[in-house]
T-cell receptor, first 112, second 117 residues
Framework: NAGVTQTPKFRVLKTGQSMTLLCAQD?????MYWYRQDPGMGLRLIHY???????AKGEVPDGYNVSRLKKQNFLLGLESAAPSQTSVYFC???????????FGEGSRLTVL | SQQGEEDPQALSIQEGENATMNCSYK?????LQWYRQNSGRGLVHLIL?????REKHSGRLRVTLDTSKKSSSLLITASRAADTASYFC?????????????????FGRGTQLTVWP
């Protein structure tokens, strides 16, 4: 039982390049989330999904897009990367709206 | 902001001592959760306390919640070097948006706990 798996774990981009982070969960959870973690800022919610085919904006959605075509996958896209998007990105999932979140191990992104 | 705020930002203690971390928040909540993050790893859920509960225990962890003061505390008893990590509180807001409850938690900035052998 893998839980929440994020790929890739590390990536270096040049300004203006695009990329997609993949999150996969095998717990049949309805809710999935993308957070970013920056030093001194804690975790900030980027986008989230309450079910297959649905997505919603979180606290810091600008510059990111997401898709949830399959229940087990939640993709985070950067269309034109900027240095301000250098961060550690965490995917999480939960069974219900108010329950425990299960986190992936993180994806460290550096934008030069 | 709904965000919980942990206090202190950093805590350094010796093995065997107790560690207490506090969390304050601003608006009404459904529940409050505590998470732990080891360096370079993802967050791991520790304990959830609902708004109608005042205290909860799990092993060496004791969590209290005071909704009148909008605060919570996490106590780790008889700490060990392996408890060294960052600890975050996360609040689940009661807020409604466009007629539906939002499925999201708001995290604080965390307390960095160091336990020396």
């Amino acid at each position: 039982n893998a839980g929440v798996t994020q790929t890739p774990k590390f990536r270096v981009l040049k300004t203006g390049q695009s990329m997609t982070l993949l999150c996969a969960q095998d717990m049949n959870h309805e809710y999935m989330y993308w957070y970013r973690q920056d030093p001194g800022m804690g975790l900030r919610l980027i986008h989230y999904s309450v079910g297959e085919g649905t997505t919603a904006k979180g606290e810091v959605p600008d510059g990111y897009n997401v898709s949830r075509l399959k229940k087990q996958n939640f993709l985070l896209g950067l269309e034109s990367a900027a240095p301000s998007q250098t961060s550690v990105y965490f995917c999480a999932s939960s069974k219900g709206r108010t329950g425990e979140l299960f986190f992936g191990e993180g994806s460290r992104l550096t934008v030069l | 902001s709904q965000q919980g705020e942990e206090d202190p930002q950093a805590l350094s203690i010796q093995e065997g001592e107790n560690a207490t971390m506090n969390c304050s928040y601003k608006t009404s909540i459904n529940n409050l959760q505590w998470y732990r993050q080891n360096s370079g790893r993802g967050l791991v859920h520790l304990i959830l306390i609902r708004s109608n509960e005042r205290e909860k225990h799990s092993g060496r962890l004791r969590v209290t919640l005071d909704t009148s003061k909008k605060s919570s505390s996490l106590l780790i008893t008889a700490s060990r070097a392996a408890d060294t990590a960052s600890y975050f509180c996360a609040t689940d807001s009661r807020r409604w948006d466009r007629g539906s409850t939002l499925g999201r938690l708001y995290f604080g900035r965390g307390t960095q706990l160091t336990v020396w052998p």
